[in-house]
């Protein structure tokens, strides 16, 4: 009896729907009843964000078979705890809710700090009713945006959130409210209206025809509810879908438009929409105006989750769906994320406005989230580092969360001051830790976990996205570890001028009191969520590891299956029989053999040494470059390595009868590109 309750409230329709539609409600009461004090609704308000919090814990400690970490699903990274149900069903437009590693962290972070945000809105005096209807509805269309995975869904959810954040901005802001507000207003529309047009192209251009059914029973669509094949097109919103047609080797989205690849202009659409929402170097301009003019809580939830958003639609949505544009752009997105991350640190280093500095502090962060996605890491005459790619993928997700903590703590805390003295001039503050011990203490967390440094949360994706980027170019993590040195340079200077330096000079000393028991309980969970993270990594690095590994195989075996590169074309010239009809036990001389046709120098030719054992990387190997010379490498094993049945990719494995592999893994760390063989 107990077991059947608990498996009907976990019911993913129930839960996801509850998740989204209670702040919602919530918005809607708090709107029509006139006769609700602002003290009451302060409490519904908050009341609500805990329920949604609770919900979203739920479905990792309630789900069927121990929780969401243990169900067998998620060892794939797939989409799991889903639903789909016909909304307009007659132009392919879905309810389609569900999560997986990407999403439900951000999620969760959603609900976390929607809870301290509503906490922090206690200062909130004018409208009050007005403003936690509003927080409602933002509350809601965040939650959407991560757990819609119909594209039409999202773009809803993702406009939702426009409007009651501009007049969060525009009524309860600061001196400068009406126009930070509008200047959001017209740089996230903007964004908007490119993502849709990008939508409009991927609907226009899919097919679900072109998917067997068992690939559409896997984007959760009943193919017997399917209208005939053969009755034409048949276009969807359904953003799994998309993605698989995305990655056919014949995609409808390869077709050229303007000369130029259709998947192109929808890459760079999307991307310039995500690029205004993340915000990146040079479509950054409307943050800082924004940030400083927003009240505290909503500066909170601007920095620790809008922000996101452009992340998470990039890692949804562009890399997915749209693989060779991502290996086109890969150097544009590289470029944007470091002119953004040094940009950023220099900006907030000048400021002498504390909001100010903390708005430029996260241009910089969050430029590390740029560089982490884009750092593909194809180097000449390798294969694809896969696991080079999911780490730096990994610490970009790591570093969204890490920064959604951080900067909701920096944003709360100067406007912990900001309600006492009324200003944040940088100049005027000093010798804050002999007034305020406590508050002191929980900034020096915070701003220290912003700073990266190691046992705190800042760390870890920083120095993933730095160590992947040294494969996609040692150049390009030169200049990304050295903004980590600008980070320690502005905030130790801010902590020395605001917390160690002489003493307050400002107006209203007296009015530097420690923090009360409200704002302790908005600074302390941020603070222990960043010690949590900085210690123990894995709580979120094997919960979100499947899910982007499962993203980046899938556009490394589009590359793999749509262009030979140069580490697969040395092995055909000597190899391409020997891996498709001989046994490892090949003898030098049948190395050598096959080496004949090879054009390498000639003390070379004979010496099987080279390409024996070990020395298979190329780290080991005089003369690796010599192999890119071979003139039949362009089609024979470009051609038979990926069409052979007996020699194809299984989730992070490598698969073939008559082969001895080097270990169930497929991985570089070792073997270099050759990982898989062992002779």
């Not at 701003?447 to 949360?457: E, K, N, R, S």
């Amino acid at each position: 009896m107990v077991q059947h309750m608990v498996e009907s409230v976990v019911n993913p329709f129930v839960i996801l729907n509850a998740i989204i539609l209670l702040p919602l409600l919530g918005s809607f009461i708090v709107a029509v009843f006139p006769k609700l004090t602002d003290e009451r609704a302060r409490l519904f308000s908050l009341v609500i964000t805990l329920l949604v919090l609770a919900l979203v814990v739920g479905i990792a400690i309630l789900a069927p078979d121990g929780g969401i970490w243990k169900w067998p699903s998620w060892d794939q990274g797939r989409i799991q705890y889903a639903f789909s149900i016909g909304w307009v069903e007659a132009f392919g437009i879905h309810y389609f809710l569900g999560v997986d590693g990407i999403n439900f962290p951000l999620v969760l972070l959603t609900a976390f700090l929607g809870c301290l945000a509503m906490l922090a809105s206690w200062n909130i005096h004018t409208h009050v009713r007005a403003y936690c209807s509003l927080y409602l509805l933002l509350h809601a269309g965040m939650l959407g945006v991560f757990l819609s995975l119909d594209l039409f869904l999202f773009y809803v959810f993702w406009e939702l959130v426009l409007l009651p954040m501009y007049f969060l901005i525009g009524f309860w802001g600061g001196p400068r409210k009406e126009y930070a507000a509008l200047k959001f207003f017209l740089f996230t529309l903007a964004g908007s209206v490119l993502m849709l047009v990008a939508i409009f192209m991927l609907y226009f251009a899919s097919d679900l025809r072109l998917l067997n059914e068992p690939t559409l029973q896997m984007c959760f669509i009943d193919p017997q509810l399917l209208p005939h094949r053969h009755s034409g097109p048949m276009h969807t919103f359904n953003i799994l879908a998309l993605i698989e047609l995305g990655n056919l080797p014949k995609s409808p989205f390869g077709q050229e438009f303007w000369g130029i690849p259709m998947s192109s202009w929808i890459f760079g659409l999307l991307l310039v929409g995500f690029l205004i929402k993340l915000p990146a170097v040079p479509f950054h301009t409307w943050l800082p105006d924004a940030h400083v003019e927003a009240p505290t809580p909503i500066s909170m939830l601007l920095a620790g989750i809008l922000l996101k958003m452009g992340g998470y639609g990039i890692l949804r949505l562009c890399y997915p769906i749209c693989p060779e544009a991502a290996f086109q752009f890969a150097w544009v997105i590289c470029i944007l994320g470091l002119v953004s991350m040094v940009y950023g640190a220099f900006a907030a280093m000048a400021q002498g406005d504390f909001k100010r500095l903390v708005a430029y502090s996260s241009v910089s962060h969050m430029g590390y989230v740029l560089l982490g996605i884009g750092a593909i890491p194809i180097i000449p005459g390798n294969l694809m580092s896969r696991d080079y790619w999911i780490m730096g993928m990994s610490g970009a997700m790591y570093q969204m969360i890490a920064h959604g903590i951080t900067s909701a703590g920096m944003f709360f805390l100067v406007g912990v001051l900001y309600d006492r003295v009324h200003h944040r001039n940088l100049n005027q503050f000093g010798g804050l830790f002999n007034r305020m011990p406590m508050f002191s203490s929980v900034s020096l967390i915070i701003f220290f976990a912003a700073m990266g440094l190691p046992g705190l949360c800042g760390f870890i994706g920083e120095f993933f996205v730095v160590l992947a980027s040294w494969r996609f170019h040692p150049a390009v993590a030169i200049v990304a570890a050295s903004v980590i040195i600008f980070t320690a340079g502005y905030i130790l200077w801010t902590i020395a001028r605001v917390y160690l330096g002489p003493m307050y000079t400002g107006p209203a000393p007296e009015a530097l009191t420690d923090m009360t028991l409200r704002e302790k309980w908005v600074a302390v969970p941020l603070a222990i969520a960043a010690i949590i993270l900085g210690i123990f990594p894995k709580l979120l690095l094997g919960f979100t590891q499947r899910s982007i590994a499962r993203t980046v195989h899938r556009v490394a075996e589009w590359a793999d299956r749509s262009f030979p590169t140069t580490a697969t074309a040395r092995l055909s010239c000597f190899a391409s029989e020997l891996l498709l009809t001989e046994k490892p036990a090949a003898t030098s001389a049948t190395l050598s053999n096959r080496m004949e046709n090879c054009d390498l120098p000639s003390n070379e030719k004979h010496d099987p040494s080279c390409l024996s054992d070990r020395n298979l990387n190329s780290h080991n190997c005089r003369r690796w470059s010599d192999f890119t010379t071979c003139e039949d490498s362009r089609s024979t094993l470009a051609g038979s390595f990926k069409t052979t049945p007996y020699l194809k990719f299984i989730d992070n494995s490598f698969a073939a009868p008559d082969l001895q592999w080097a270990s169930p893994q497929y991985s570089y760390d070792q073997w270099g590109p050759f990982a898989f063989l062992r002779y």
